[in-house]
């Protein structure tokens, strides 16, 4: 048994984070936002005794959210939610009282049980069973008979949601086709390939079950899931969070169905049915790529530099020690700074790829400078290259202390970043980020924070990044200062279309301090910032938000 944590790929966790953005459904909130409900019931109890003669009433390009109510009952139909039918609610009395169950397996597409096509659908407490491929259609399988396509689910709408939902098939259950998924605290069970397609998908708290063992197959393996991510730029992929593998026999990870497949098991409980190997090439074997090779006899890393203040490390500076490695380095590289303050200005320049940066501790480990010439060139740290983790470091730019910033209206206030992200894939554990205006850069690329400490008082997480802050502390500090500024903002984000995939997400995080903030203004006209599952103190004024130099086009 193995639990799996991937320190250099939970930046892959922000696939999913536009799924957040304001649906296009409106809402009624006198109805806790449903302005419609539909009761379905095989008793004839509700207004339809089919789920999809319910679908068919709604009306095309439907705008309001529709809530589909469905008794208890096994209902023996193929229901499909066709493109114009959007802003549905289906709502099932739990997966082991509401099931939708059919038989089809003449080709992928059109064996589906239930197939939603449309955007904005959630779908609640229902399971959905394609009964093809049943146990005893397999006890006498070989690997060319009798086994086929037969999906349970087929999902090809963006902005979709299932919550407490089961999926059960054999070969090609969940069809996670195209479009931005999220499925919380479901079952999925399957053999072969059984969570499959070119979704961008975020999978949390779910149980993925490989069923083969309980069938006397011929199979000797499985595959739980094939990803058809078919180039570099593709933003699709699976990420499995906090979910736990379980089942009967040996199956891998997944397989590469295109030649970009992207596939990633997070925080995650896998079961002694995963082979040791854990994924396969499929028809890509020898072109298996990673974008930092590991090696596992001197601590996952190749090679370790130690830091100290006194002389006695490798190095004095950190500076000196990033020079050291070797340009477009693809071997992870652990640089480990002893207990100081480090006055020195810090740049990982892009080519110093695969870098583990660990102090020994926010409390101990500090970087700290003082500049405010212009913004770009202000950071203290600055992070250029891809592929980078930075774990229990504080980083500070001194300037705008409180002694320099005690009457605002003298303008001594001015921008002075900490830290400036502009790599992708970088991860910060236990950091903190300290300054006044503009403390935190998070610039462009997909970066995920950890249980970091983050302070300021103006824009003080502002930049065009794809980032995810969970656990974090977001601490305003002007009111620390006694200032006469009134108001200040926590974000800035700099999106600037409605195609930018960038945004922040603040989960399970909490924001604290003196003052008054707004939670951010829009720093362009697509600004997207999202606080979810996240404690916000009075700190936060009443109003949120502030559109800026946008007012009128919220």
Not at 236 to 259: D, E, H, M, P, Q
């Amino acid at each position: 048994m193995q639990y799996l944590h991937f320190f250099s790929c939970i930046s892959m966790l922000l696939l999913c984070s536009g799924m957040c953005r304001a649906l296009a459904c409106e809402v009624n909130d006198a109805n806790k936002g449903i302005a419609i409900t539909i009761e379905v019931s095989k008793s004839g109890e509700g207004q339809f005794e089919t789920i999809q003669s319910a679908i068919d009433s709604i009306p095309p390009s439907n705008s309001q959210w529709t809530r589909i109510r469905i008794s208890p009952g096994i209902y023996k139909e193929k229901v499909t939610i066709p493109q114009d039918k959007p802003c549905i609610f289906l709502e099932g009395a739990g997966t082991k009282l509401t099931s939708v169950e059919w038989d089809a397996h003449a080709d992928t597409a059109s064996s589906t049980t239930f197939a939603s096509n449309a955007e904005d659908i959630i779908v609640k407490g229902i399971t959905f069973k394609n009964t093809y491929n049943r146990p005893y259609d397999l006890s006498m399988a070989s690997d060319s008979v009798s086994l086929k396509q037969a999906v349970a689910v087929g999902v090809l709408g963006d902005r979709t949601v299932f919550y407490n939902c089961s999926f059960l098939g054999v070969q090609d259950t969940l069809w996670d086709a195209y479009g931005r998924h999220f499925f919380q605290n479901c079952y999925i069970q399957g053999g072969v390939d059984f969570i499959f397609g070119n979704g961008q998908s975020i999978y949390e708290n779910c149980v993925l079950r490989y069923s083969f063992g309980d069938y006397a197959t011929s199979y000797n393996y499985g595959y739980l899931t094939a990803n058809g991510r078919g180039s570099a730029d593709d933003p699709s992929g699976f990420v499995f969070r906090r979910c736990r593998v379980i089942g009967k026999g040996t199956a891998y990870l997944g397989r590469a169905w295109n030649a970009f497949s992207r596939v990633i098991f997070v925080d995650s409980f896998l079961s002694d049915v995963v082979a040791p190997e854990g994924w396969w090439a499929w028809n890509h074997v020898g072109h298996e790529a990673f974008d930092c090779e590991v090696t596992y006899g001197n601590n996952k890393v190749a090679g370790s530099i130690y830091i100290s203040k006194s002389g006695r490390g490798n190095f004095k500076t950190i500076q000196s020690a990033i020079d050291s490695i070797p340009p477009w380095n693809s071997q992870w590289i652990h640089i480990r700074i002893s207990p100081g303050i480090y006055r020195e200005k810090v740049i990982i320049p892009q080519e110093k790829t695969c870098v583990f940066l660990e102090g020994f501790g926010r409390k101990s480990t500090s970087i700290e400078w003082d500049d405010h010439e212009d913004t770009a060139a202000s950071p203290t740290f600055t992070s250029i290259a891809d592929n980078i983790i930075v774990k229990g470091i504080t980083f500070k730019n001194t300037y705008n202390r409180p002694m320099d910033v005690m009457d605002v209206n003298k303008d001594n206030l001015t921008q002075a970043v900490a830290a400036r992200i502009l790599g992708d894939k970088s991860v910060f554990y236990h950091c903190a980020f300290m300054g006044v205006q503009d403390t935190l850069w998070d610039d462009h690329g997909r970066h995920y924070f950890h249980k970091c400490h983050i302070q300021g008082g103006v824009d003080f997480i502002f930049g065009n990044g794809q980032s995810i802050y969970e656990k974090s502390i977001i601490k305003y500090s002007i009111g620390d200062y006694g200032l006469n500024r009134s108001y200040g903002y926590i974000t800035a984000h700099g999106r600037a279309s409605a195609d930018d995939p960038s945004g922040f997400v603040f989960n399970r995080c909490a924001v604290i301090g003196l003052g008054k903030a707004y939670l951010g203004r829009a720093w362009n006209t697509f600004s997207r910032v999202i606080f979810t599952n996240s404690w916000l103190s009075d700190v936060v004024e009443p109003e949120g938000w502030w559109a800026w130099n946008n007012v009128g086009h919220e």
